[in-house]
């Protein structure tokens, strides 16, 4: 079971094409190939506009690849119908960036923690189900009642993280889950976030542009420059023997690197 | 809101805090007060008067013609002795009526249609907005003279007339709004938990456009209000002898000069009666500003 790869992304090509008779193609993401291999934590970095987040929509299979193919678990996810994916569905979970947006502000923390549930028909008593996923995100089972916009920044992605765990997954996705919060809790976060993976055997997928951060969670890496695959492999090769220059850019842009190797934050 | 960055253990749960601010705000807000105010006493005046005026609004009497204000008339009589008051309160009958149903037949037509043209881009979406613009562009007293032709006036063609010429707003309203939730990250999250189009739409897309939609069902009742009176008055809607603020204003031009008061009466009716809708529309979409921006 462990040769075949949790995600095996292969020569995918993203272009967007803008409406319109003299609409542009964007191009995302160009032949990029790797393998997340189960109970890997891989890393995905680059800067804004690099394609990161084009990926992990790729990955979720909510967006086909113009070519090239996902697989997960050996079976091809890229461009199947819905009703062939509620499999899938239970098995990867992803956790956004702005927990603001990315939870409804018209639904109680329980129905938000419920929904996932509900929609993929997982027979649980709910509000068990809810009181736990709130503990294991250090929330009190009484947060169930408000609304996300009654908690501050960190709260919120505790709830946007039991979320992603409601239906058990096997593979996290993490889209730059602490660059739209306070410095101060995003260690917190980050912690949180190695216990679940710890616990709960989870595969990661780590997108951001935090080499820092990267480094402290990840055991490989994969680099994106505008769209492209740069460089791939064990995140401490990557780092101490970079051999693109991109990467070395990316590295040098990160100062605090080498004199601070913890996540202590630095407020 | 919770000091950013308080410790987990710390949260001070208040269970229903929230919901006494939020009730607390409807009434904190001049607009709904008001405007909610004049509704209910226009809702109110129209449900009494199916069962109890003060005389029966049809009720001709040539010996008080053009009666002055008075302890019995109090707001005076009409032409043919009918009393002001009792006329007017059976008025907002029509009123209630044609406004009610018109905005129930745009809501009916446009939200779906709107909801339909976010959700499906692409062919269906380009039919429905073409559509839209040719009935955008199709003039309202134009469609009410037609059917008033056709099937006779009456105020169910004036609701006809104002229903389907309000019906481009709300798809519109409803579609631009709708789309916003559409592209927000949590629908992107529902996605990913594999909820379809269509639970989407019931369970983030319609609650999230409610507060938007029901102030704008209330902008445009007092819309269609207003052009119920002005169809009635043109004779393109209600017809004497039944009672309406539009045949009213009609019946009292001739006596413009002698009797001001019969012109006055029901002008201030409409008025109130517009302003009082739109006043609470208004709120309405204030309080969604204010939810919006905390």
């Known amino acids: 079971m462990s040769d075949i790869p949790t995600f095996e992304v292969d020569s995918v090509t993203k272009v967007y094409q803008s409406r319109g008779r003299r609409g542009q193609a964007v191009e995302a993401l160009r032949d990029i190939s790797f393998t997340v291999a189960p109970g890997q934590s891989l890393g995905v970095v680059g800067e804004s506009g690099s394609g990161k987040s084009t990926l992990s929509r790729l990955l979720l299979a909510l967006e086909r690849p113009t070519s090239g193919s996902v697989r997960y678990r050996g079976e091809v996810i890229s461009g199947r119908r819905e009703r062939d994916l509620r499999d899938f569905r239970r098995h990867v979970q992803i956790v956004f960036q702005d927990p603001m947006s990315s939870l409804d502000p018209r639904m109680r923390v329980h129905d938000l923690l419920a929904e996932p549930l509900r929609a993929l028909h997982i027979d649980v008593d709910e509000g068990e189900r809810v009181r736990e996923l709130l503990a294991s995100v250090e929330m009190p089972a009484a947060a169930a009642r408000r609304y996300a916009y009654q908690f501050s920044g960190g709260q919120r992605q505790r709830i946007a993280i039991a979320r992603a765990l409601g239906p058990s997954p096997e593979v996290l996705i993490a889209d730059e889950p602490v660059s739209a919060l306070d410095v101060s809790v995003r260690a917190q976060i980050l912690n949180l976030l190695t216990g679940l993976v710890r616990d709960f055997n989870l595969t990661m997928v780590f997108v951001s542009h935090d080499m820092a951060v990267v480094r402290h969670l990840c055991d490989s890496v994969v680099v994106l420059y505008r769209g492209r695959l740069v460089e791939t492999g064990a995140t401490e090769e990557v780092f101490e023997q970079p051999r693109e220059d991109y990467t070395r850019e990316l590295l040098a842009a990160a100062p605090r690197l080498r004199a601070q190797r913890g996540l202590t934050p630095s407020n | ?294």
């Open chain 2, 1 to 294: 809101m919770l000091p950013s960055g308080a410790r987990p253990g710390e949260i001070e749960v208040d269970d229903g805090f929230g919901d006494v601010e939020h009730h607390g705000r409807w009434l904190h807000n001049p607009s709904v007060v008001i405007g909610g105010g004049i509704v209910a006493l226009v809702v109110l005046s129209g449900i009494v008067s199916i069962f109890w005026t003060p005389y029966d609004p049809l009720a001709v009497n040539p010996s008080h013609a053009l009666a002055a204000p008075s302890m019995s008339h109090w707001l005076g009589t009409d032409e043919y002795g009918r009393d002001e008051f009792s006329r007017l309160m059976a008025s907002s009958q029509i009123a209630l009526f044609v406004g009610a149903l018109s905005v129930l037949i745009a809501t009916a037509v446009g939200i779906p249609a709107g909801l339909l043209a976010a959700a499906r881009e692409g062919a269906i979406s380009q039919v429905i907005l073409r559509l839209t613009d040719i009935l955008y562009g199709f003039p309202a007293l134009l469609a009410a003279v037609v059917l008033a032709a056709a099937f006779g006036a009456s105020k169910m063609t004036v609701v006809l007339a104002i229903g389907i010429a309000y019906i481009p707003v709300f798809i519109r309203v409803t579609r631009s709004n709708a789309l916003v939730v559409l592209n927000s990250e949590y629908v992107l999250a529902a996605r990913a938990y594999g909820r379809r189009t269509f639970a989407i739409l019931r369970r983030h897309v319609v609650p999230n456009i409610a507060t938007t939609i029901i102030a704008q069902m209330s902008l445009l009742f007092s819309l269609a209000i207003l052009a119920e009176a002005a169809l009635d008055f043109l004779g393109l809607g209600t017809v004497a002898p039944t009672a309406s603020w539009g045949t009213m204003l009609a019946s009292s031009q001739d006596y413009l000069g002698s009797d001001a008061l019969l012109t006055v009466w029901p002008s201030l009716a409409i008025v109130a009666c517009v302003l009082g809708f739109s006043l609470l529309g208004d709120g309405i979409s204030e309080l969604r500003e204010a939810r919006r921006r905390s």
